[in-house]
């Protein structure tokens, strides 16, 4: 006898298994970065996180610069949809690439170039 498809369970179960891996990947992540750091500590054990001014002042700025761009993140998907957002975000690479030549009159050749079937 032929049971019915139910939807909402097979949702469930792809829920679910996505669910799983995502633990498996979490767990393997967590293992892989505490044997580095073990085997970090046993090479030198004196590696302590720095707080001297010379060092902690080169966050300051890219910090400041994150934090701005997730404000404005949050303030320009109030206005616009995502998808419009998404591809403005992905606008990014090109102006870049548009002000680093113009700013340090640097020739962009084609094999710096992502591999496009336009060329």
């Known amino acids: 006898m032929d049971r019915p498809f139910n939807i909402a369970m097979a ?4 829920c679910k298994l996505a669910f799983f891996l995502m633990l498996c990947l979490f767990e393997q992540q ?3 970065s505490s044997l ?11 590696t302590r996180m720095t707080t ?30 995502t998808s419009t957002y998404q591809i403005m975000g992905n ?19 084609y094999h710096s170039l992502p591999r496009l079937d336009v060329f």
């Not at 949702?11 to 792809?14: H, T």
């Not at 580095?36 to 004196?46: D, G, K, T």
């Not at 010379?54 to 206005?79: C, D, E, M």
């Open 30 to 32: 967590l293992v892989l």
């Open 36 to 46: 580095l750091v073990w085997r970090e500590c046993q090479i030198s054990p004196s």
């Open 52 to 81: 001297e001014w010379k060092s902690v002042r080169l966050y300051v700025v890219p910090s400041i610069i994150y934090l701005i761009h997730n404000n404005v993140q949050f303030a320009t998907l109030t206005y616009v949809d």
């Open 91 to 109: 606008l990014k690479i090109v102006t870049t690439g548009i002000l680093f030549r113009c700013l340090f009159y640097t020739v962009l050749f």
């Open 11 to 14: 949702v469930f179960s792809i």
